[in-house]
């Protein structure tokens, strides 16, 4: 089993940044996968960036060039920038069983945290 617990959420006006965390704890973290997706209201989980064996990372289509996701020992962080209304979403992290590799699907993913409000509004 793999706890996730996240936080940073917030509010942000358009163009500014935010910083999400989650630390995952529990039997064999160091070596899952761990990735970050959002949902915004009346919408999918749609995934935002994953960082794999050997820091390897993947992001989404919308999220590339403006997001990092970066990772120090059990935790993850997902540094936000040049934030957008649309991207204002409940954020979720996420465990991976599979550590190596690019996936991307919520169904790949066994293990997930609370989330975490983020919302963009000026």
């Known amino acids: 089993q793999v706890q996730l617990v996240e936080s940073g959420g917030g509010s942000v006006q358009p163009g500014g940044s935010l910083r999400l965390s989650c630390v995952a704890s529990?039997?064999?973290?160091?070596?899952?996968?761990l990735g970050w997706f959002r949902q915004a209201p009346g919408l999918g989980r749609e995934f935002v960036a994953r960082i794999a064996r050997g820091g390897k990372t993947t992001y989404g289509a919308s999220v590339k060039d403006r997001f990092t996701i970066s990772r120090e020992g059990a935790s993850v962080y997902l540094q936000m920038s040049s934030l957008r209304p649309e991207d204002s979403a409940i954020y979720y992290c996420?465990?991976?069983?599979?550590?190596?590799?690019?996936?991307?699907?919520?169904?790949?993913?066994?293990?997930w945290g609370q989330g975490t409000r983020v919302t963009v509004s000026s």
């Open positions: 996420a465990a991976d069983q599979v550590y190596a590799g690019v996936r991307t699907e919520v169904r790949e993913y066994e293990y």
């Open positions: 529990g039997h064999s973290v160091g070596s899952h996968a």
